[in-house]
């Protein structure tokens, strides 16, 4: 379908006006919470850091240091290379794929359950117990999590009560309460995808290779993961793009050698008063995610037209 048939489908399916104020209030939308702010964050980070009252004069010049520093740091520092910031960049990226793979690995069987085992009262309470918790407020759980986590937390009073540990264990020093509480945040948005791209597979087809004698493993690589392959795709980049832009979670359950990337830009702009610095760390940060999901995408041989089925 060409984009002027589609453009005609959309008119007629939802008639001029209805089509006309979706345009304008989506167009709006996009340009307003979106793009405009992007432009001021990059307008920003290729300036010079100069207080408010010298916006706009000589002073607030265009230069690239501030993208400089990010790689090479101050030209005072005697290391080559910045290395404080480039280690929690990448660590802050790797910690972005490694809930990416604990989400996965966690709702693709919950996700194949809701929609081709579970039926009718069961599966409703499922899909009701996965929502309800996350009526309460994000920064509200991630203090649960450090409260569970804690070393008097109610992990730790198990772990010593039934023997297993003669003193707590630090889960917030080791990051296991930051990861536990990064895969929380985000498994509904791994969920979901999955399950709407499982629920239109034909049961038939699954009957067919059981019949055949395919073992379970194989009926999920050859038949059930190819299908869902959208849905993955869209969960596993809403939870790394968000994983990896996270800021309450690192700030609460984070341990003290566990910096973010994202706890570096909110020094920037509320601390060291370095907005210039901090949008561009933020534009590294956003241009290098968008990177690695297209990179990706590449590899795994997904399209973002079947992403947004």
Not at 174 to 197: E, K, Q, T, V
Not at 231 to 255: D, H, R
Not at 279 to 305: D, P, Q, W
Request: net charge neutral.
């Amino acid at each position: 379908m060409n984009l002027v048939n589609y453009w005609r489908e959309f008119f007629l399916k939802n008639g001029t006006a209805v089509a006309l104020f979706m345009i304008i209030a989506v167009g709006m939308w996009l340009f307003m919470m979106i793009i405009l702010p992007q432009l001021f964050m990059l307008d920003f980070s290729i300036r010079a850091n100069v207080p408010p009252p010298k916006f706009g004069t000589e002073e607030h010049y265009y230069t690239l240091e501030h993208y400089k520093y990010m790689v090479f740091g101050s030209a005072l520092a005697t290391d080559t290379f910045n290395v404080i910031d480039l280690s929690v960049f990448f660590r802050t990226i790797g910690a972005a794929i490694f809930v990416t793979l604990i989400d996965l690995a966690i709702c693709y069987p919950i996700a194949y359950y809701l929609a081709q085992v579970a039926t009718g009262g069961w599966s409703r309470l499922m899909v009701l117990s996965l929502i309800v918790p996350f009526w309460i407020n994000e920064i509200l759980r991630a203090f649960a999590f450090k409260i569970i986590f804690g070393s008097t937390g109610v992990i730790n009073n198990f772990l010593i009560a039934s023997g297993l540990l003669d003193q707590p264990y630090d889960f917030i020093r080791n990051d296991i309460a930051l990861w536990a509480g990064l895969s929380y945040a985000f498994i509904l948005l791994m969920i979901f995808p999955i399950y709407n791209a499982i629920e239109s597979l034909d049961k038939n087809q699954i009957e067919a290779a059981r019949d055949l004698g395919s073992p379970w493993w194989r009926i999920h690589w050859r038949i059930v993961v190819p299908h869902a392959k959208p849905g993955i795709s869209s969960g596993c980049t809403m939870v790394f793009m968000l994983t990896a832009g996270a800021l309450a979670a690192p700030q609460i359950l984070g341990g003290p050698s566990s910096l973010w990337f994202t706890q570096i830009i909110y020094q920037g702009f509320n601390q060291a008063g370095n907005w210039a610095r901090g949008s561009a760390y933020a534009i590294i940060l956003l241009v290098s995610c968008i990177v690695f999901v297209l990179v990706m995408m590449k590899i795994f041989k997904v399209r973002f037209g079947e992403m947004m089925k």
